[in-house]
């Protein structure tokens, strides 16, 4: 790349932006380094190559060096997705320093001979048209607001939560006395009351209300059954929400576990 001297800055640039992006310890410094290699160097690698013979107005080359950097990202998420290692800082920083850097290199290959002294072919120089400007500033906010978005989590107001009723073993550390535990998760949008009646066959009724916040469970422990018992004992529990209007939400059924022999 001698006599390219945009050609050397850039594909420096990239090497340092990709050493330093997964490996600084403060997030903030991260980011400094990863925003120019993730969204201008890979595209204005790629415009250089493409348009080397040809050059454009430097406006039209910020514009493309930002379109192309963002497909970069589209397609590389795509082919680190089915590489050893998957999609990491690290991954992501050796592919786009190796995008910088050969683009670079077809840039350099196929520019015309760099005039002594100076960094490649002269590019026209005219006044940024009205027009030119507004699509600019345009594309400079549009891309700017879909930084803000992507970064900004947002409350799932329309989404579906679920509740999840269940039956089980005792724990292992629990295993050698039997039983049973029933168990209920809440992964609703907003927080649910629940009435869980547990019937026991031969023990009559076991009734629990509770309420639970998105993300919480309530574990509801049950004995071994009776050592007289000739029978294994059935289990079975219904789940109701207070704004259900009485229907059954879920159900479940089995039986409890006995103890294990002792050695």
């Keep these: 790349m001698k006599g390219h001297r945009d050609l050397r800055i850039v594909a420096a640039l990239a090497l340092v932006c990709a050493l330093l992006a997964p490996l600084l310890p403060v997030e903030a410094l991260s980011l400094l380094f990863a925003l120019p290699l993730a969204f201008f160097l890979p595209g204005y690698a790629l415009a250089a190559a493409t348009f080397a013979r040809r050059p454009i107005e430097r406006p039209q080359l910020l514009l493309l060096s930002l379109g192309l950097s963002l497909c970069v990202l589209a397609l590389g998420a795509l082919l680190l997705n089915y590489v050893p290692g998957g999609i990491g800082a690290v991954s992501w920083a050796v592919l786009l320093a190796l995008v910088v850097l050969n683009g670079c290199r077809v840039a350099a290959l ?3 001979k760099a005039r002594p002294g100076g960094s490649g072919p002269s590019r026209p120089k005219r006044r940024l048209s009205a027009t030119a400007a507004g699509l600019a500033i345009g594309a400079l906010l549009c891309t700017t607001a879909a930084l803000a978005i992507t970064f900004t989590t947002r409350p799932a107001e329309h989404a579906d939560g679920y509740t999840a ?3 089980l073993p005792p724990a292992p550390k629990d ?3 039997g039983g ?14 629940y009435r869980l009646v547990v019937r026991v066959a031969g023990r009559g009724e076991i009734v629990r209300n509770f309420s639970l916040d998105p993300g919480e469970t309530h574990v509801l422990k049950l004995g071994p059954p009776e050592a007289a018992s000739a029978s294994p004992v059935a289990v079975r529990a219904l789940l109701f929400r207070r704004d259900k209007d009485g229907d059954v939400y879920r159900r479940v059924s089995g039986w409890l576990a006995e103890p294990e022999p002792s050695r």
Excluded at 180 to 193: D, I, L, M, T, Y
């Design 110 to 112: 196929r520019r015309p």
């Design 175 to 177: 295993a050698a006395a």
């Design 165 to 167: 009723l269940w039956l």
């Design 180 to 193: 049973a535990r029933v168990g209920v998760n809440s992964e609703e949008q907003k927080p649910a009351e």
